[in-house]
Protein backbone atom coordinates (compact mmCIF):
# COMPACT_ATOMS: atom_id res chain seq x y z
CA UNK A 1 0.00 0.00 0.00
CA UNK A 2 0.87 3.66 -0.01
CA UNK A 3 1.91 4.03 -3.70
CA UNK A 4 2.65 7.41 -5.28
CA UNK A 5 3.05 7.88 -8.49
CA UNK A 6 4.49 11.25 -10.59
CA UNK A 7 4.20 11.88 -14.46
CA UNK A 8 6.27 12.38 -16.30
CA UNK A 9 9.54 10.60 -14.98
CA UNK A 10 11.44 12.87 -17.28
CA UNK A 11 10.69 16.22 -19.24
CA UNK A 12 13.26 18.38 -21.39
CA UNK A 13 11.88 21.38 -22.19
CA UNK A 14 12.60 24.48 -23.59
CA UNK A 15 13.67 27.71 -22.38
CA UNK A 16 10.29 29.96 -21.78
CA UNK A 17 7.59 27.01 -21.93
CA UNK A 18 5.77 25.72 -19.20
CA UNK A 19 5.75 22.07 -17.57
CA UNK A 20 2.58 20.45 -14.98
CA UNK A 21 3.85 17.33 -13.20
CA UNK A 22 1.34 15.19 -11.74
CA UNK A 23 1.01 13.55 -8.68
CA UNK A 24 -1.27 10.83 -7.40
CA UNK A 25 -1.91 8.89 -4.37
CA UNK A 26 -3.00 5.28 -6.09
CA UNK A 27 -4.39 3.44 -3.11
CA UNK A 28 -5.12 6.00 -0.66
CA UNK A 29 -6.47 9.01 -0.10
CA UNK A 30 -4.19 11.74 0.45
CA UNK A 31 -5.00 14.52 2.65
CA UNK A 32 -1.97 16.43 2.40
CA UNK A 33 0.82 16.45 -0.45
CA UNK A 34 4.21 18.16 -0.53
CA UNK A 35 6.31 19.26 -3.18
CA UNK A 36 10.11 18.94 -3.08
CA UNK A 37 13.14 19.80 -5.15
CA UNK A 38 16.32 18.30 -4.79
CA UNK A 39 19.84 19.34 -6.58
CA UNK A 40 22.55 16.88 -6.98
CA UNK A 41 23.81 15.46 -4.14
CA UNK A 42 21.80 17.98 -1.91
CA UNK A 43 18.65 17.43 0.60
CA UNK A 44 15.33 17.58 -0.11
CA UNK A 45 14.30 21.21 -0.22
CA UNK A 46 10.74 21.84 0.67
CA UNK A 47 8.43 23.84 -1.77
CA UNK A 48 5.55 23.98 -0.82
CA UNK A 49 2.32 22.26 1.01
CA UNK A 50 -1.04 21.56 -0.47
CA UNK A 51 -4.01 20.45 1.36
CA UNK A 52 -6.81 19.31 -0.76
CA UNK A 53 -9.21 21.85 -2.23
CA UNK A 54 -7.38 24.78 -0.46
CA UNK A 55 -4.25 27.01 -1.70
CA UNK A 56 -1.02 25.50 -1.18
CA UNK A 57 1.18 26.84 1.47
CA UNK A 58 5.00 27.92 -0.09
CA UNK A 59 8.01 28.17 1.93
CA UNK A 60 9.92 31.44 1.89
CA UNK A 61 11.41 31.82 -1.20
CA UNK A 62 9.10 29.97 -3.31
CA UNK A 63 7.71 32.09 -5.84
CA UNK A 64 4.04 31.24 -5.84
CA UNK A 65 3.61 32.50 -9.45
CA UNK A 66 6.30 30.59 -11.22
CA UNK A 67 5.50 27.33 -9.36
CA UNK A 68 2.11 26.90 -9.49
CA UNK A 69 0.34 24.09 -6.86
CA UNK A 70 -2.91 22.62 -7.15
CA UNK A 71 -4.33 20.25 -5.46
CA UNK A 72 -7.73 19.30 -7.10
CA UNK A 73 -8.87 15.92 -5.50
CA UNK A 74 -8.04 13.69 -2.54
CA UNK A 75 -5.89 11.57 -5.29
CA UNK A 76 -3.97 14.27 -7.72
CA UNK A 77 -1.90 17.32 -7.44
CA UNK A 78 -0.16 18.94 -9.67
CA UNK A 79 3.33 21.28 -9.77
CA UNK A 80 3.58 23.58 -12.82
CA UNK A 81 6.81 25.15 -13.56
CA UNK A 82 5.75 28.27 -15.76
CA UNK A 83 8.15 29.84 -17.65
CA UNK A 84 11.05 27.69 -17.53
CA UNK A 85 14.21 28.44 -17.31
CA UNK A 86 17.84 26.85 -17.10
CA UNK A 87 17.88 27.01 -13.24
CA UNK A 88 14.57 25.73 -12.96
CA UNK A 89 16.59 22.30 -14.00
CA UNK A 90 16.32 19.87 -11.21
CA UNK A 91 14.90 16.37 -9.10
CA UNK A 92 11.49 17.60 -8.76
CA UNK A 93 9.56 14.76 -5.82
CA UNK A 94 6.51 14.73 -4.08
CA UNK A 95 5.09 13.30 -1.28
CA UNK A 96 1.72 12.60 0.01
CA UNK A 97 0.15 11.60 3.47
CA UNK A 98 -3.34 10.20 4.17
CA UNK A 99 -3.80 12.78 7.35
CA UNK A 100 -2.85 16.06 8.84
CA UNK A 101 -0.16 15.91 11.35
CA UNK A 102 2.44 13.31 12.36
CA UNK A 103 1.75 11.14 9.20
CA UNK A 104 4.06 9.04 7.35
CA UNK A 105 5.33 11.02 4.25
CA UNK A 106 5.21 8.65 1.14
CA UNK A 107 7.00 9.64 -2.23
CA UNK A 108 6.71 9.81 -5.71
CA UNK A 109 9.68 8.44 -7.76
CA UNK A 110 10.40 11.43 -9.17
CA UNK A 111 10.50 13.84 -11.97
CA UNK A 112 13.69 15.10 -13.62
CA UNK A 113 13.22 18.36 -15.24
CA UNK A 114 15.92 19.94 -17.87
CA UNK A 115 15.34 23.34 -19.30
CA UNK A 116 17.71 24.35 -22.61
CA UNK B 1 17.29 28.24 14.74
CA UNK B 2 16.28 24.08 13.85
CA UNK B 3 19.14 21.73 12.89
CA UNK B 4 19.23 17.90 11.97
CA UNK B 5 22.89 16.47 11.85
CA UNK B 6 24.14 13.52 10.61
CA UNK B 7 27.27 12.11 8.76
CA UNK B 8 28.29 12.99 4.96
CA UNK B 9 29.56 9.67 4.60
CA UNK B 10 30.12 6.21 6.36
CA UNK B 11 31.94 3.10 4.31
CA UNK B 12 31.01 -0.27 5.51
CA UNK B 13 31.93 -4.01 4.52
CA UNK B 14 29.42 -6.20 2.98
CA UNK B 15 27.91 -8.39 5.59
CA UNK B 16 28.94 -6.21 8.66
CA UNK B 17 26.34 -4.15 10.64
CA UNK B 18 26.81 0.18 10.55
CA UNK B 19 25.35 2.58 12.78
CA UNK B 20 24.28 5.57 11.49
CA UNK B 21 23.61 8.86 14.01
CA UNK B 22 21.32 11.18 13.45
CA UNK B 23 21.19 14.67 16.16
CA UNK B 24 18.43 17.22 15.99
CA UNK B 25 17.70 20.69 17.82
CA UNK B 26 14.56 21.18 16.64
CA UNK B 27 11.54 23.60 18.10
CA UNK B 28 9.14 20.80 19.41
CA UNK B 29 9.00 17.49 18.46
CA UNK B 30 6.51 15.15 16.82
CA UNK B 31 8.72 12.30 15.67
CA UNK B 32 11.66 11.18 13.70
CA UNK B 33 11.60 9.77 10.27
CA UNK B 34 14.22 7.70 8.48
CA UNK B 35 14.05 7.41 4.60
CA UNK B 36 16.33 5.61 1.99
CA UNK B 37 17.26 7.13 -1.03
CA UNK B 38 19.03 5.28 -3.82
CA UNK B 39 20.83 7.60 -6.70
CA UNK B 40 18.65 9.02 -8.60
CA UNK B 41 15.92 8.03 -7.15
CA UNK B 42 12.95 9.58 -4.76
CA UNK B 43 13.38 8.65 -1.00
CA UNK B 44 11.71 5.43 0.58
CA UNK B 45 10.34 5.35 3.47
CA UNK B 46 11.99 3.10 6.45
CA UNK B 47 11.28 3.86 10.07
CA UNK B 48 9.10 6.33 12.45
CA UNK B 49 9.79 6.93 15.87
CA UNK B 50 7.98 9.26 18.10
CA UNK B 51 8.48 7.22 21.57
CA UNK B 52 12.29 6.38 23.38
CA UNK B 53 13.16 3.26 22.21
CA UNK B 54 14.23 0.95 19.60
CA UNK B 55 12.18 -0.49 16.91
CA UNK B 56 13.49 -3.28 14.71
CA UNK B 57 12.35 -4.17 11.18
CA UNK B 58 13.80 -7.08 10.04
CA UNK B 59 17.59 -5.93 9.10
CA UNK B 60 16.92 -2.27 10.61
CA UNK B 61 16.31 -1.30 13.41
CA UNK B 62 15.99 2.67 14.49
CA UNK B 63 16.52 4.09 18.03
CA UNK B 64 15.44 7.00 19.35
CA UNK B 65 16.54 9.16 22.68
CA UNK B 66 14.49 12.15 22.87
CA UNK B 67 15.97 13.63 26.29
CA UNK B 68 19.46 13.76 24.29
CA UNK B 69 17.82 14.63 20.81
CA UNK B 70 19.64 11.85 19.10
CA UNK B 71 18.38 8.70 16.95
CA UNK B 72 20.33 6.07 15.33
CA UNK B 73 19.61 3.98 12.14
CA UNK B 74 21.31 0.53 12.60
CA UNK B 75 21.70 -1.79 9.40
CA UNK B 76 22.80 -5.31 10.16
CA UNK B 77 24.15 -8.07 7.22
CA UNK B 78 25.08 -5.00 4.85
CA UNK B 79 24.35 -6.10 1.58
CA UNK B 80 25.12 -4.10 -1.70
CA UNK B 81 22.04 -2.89 -2.60
CA UNK B 82 22.01 -1.23 0.90
CA UNK B 83 24.32 1.31 -0.69
CA UNK B 84 22.94 4.54 -0.81
CA UNK B 85 21.91 7.91 1.17
CA UNK B 86 19.82 7.40 4.57
CA UNK B 87 18.09 10.59 5.02
CA UNK B 88 16.83 11.47 8.67
CA UNK B 89 13.83 14.23 9.03
CA UNK B 90 12.52 15.40 12.13
CA UNK B 91 8.41 16.86 12.51
CA UNK B 92 8.26 19.61 14.44
CA UNK B 93 5.67 21.42 16.61
CA UNK B 94 3.80 22.08 13.56
CA UNK B 95 4.63 18.76 12.18
CA UNK B 96 7.08 20.30 9.30
CA UNK B 97 9.54 17.75 8.47
CA UNK B 98 13.35 19.34 9.50
CA UNK B 99 15.40 17.32 7.04
CA UNK B 100 19.13 16.18 7.32
CA UNK B 101 21.38 16.69 4.83
CA UNK B 102 21.70 12.47 4.38
CA UNK B 103 24.75 10.06 4.87
CA UNK B 104 26.28 8.43 1.85
CA UNK B 105 26.49 4.50 2.61
CA UNK B 106 29.36 2.86 0.66
CA UNK B 107 29.21 -0.86 1.37
CA UNK B 108 32.53 -2.59 -0.57
CA UNK B 109 32.74 -6.27 -0.56
Known amino acids: GAVVSQHPSRVICKSGTSVKIECRSLDFQATTMFWYRQFPKKSLMLMAT?????????EQGVEKDKFLINHASLTLSTLTVTSAHPEDSSFYICSASAGEGQETQYFGPGTRLLVL | GQNIDQPTEMTATEGAIVQINCTYQTSGFNGLFWYQQHAGEAPTFLSYNVLDGLEEKGRFSSFLSRSKGYSYLLLKELQMKDSASYLC??????????WGAGTKLIIKP
Open chain 1, 50 to 58: SNEGSKATY
Open chain 2, 89 to 98: AVADSNYQLI
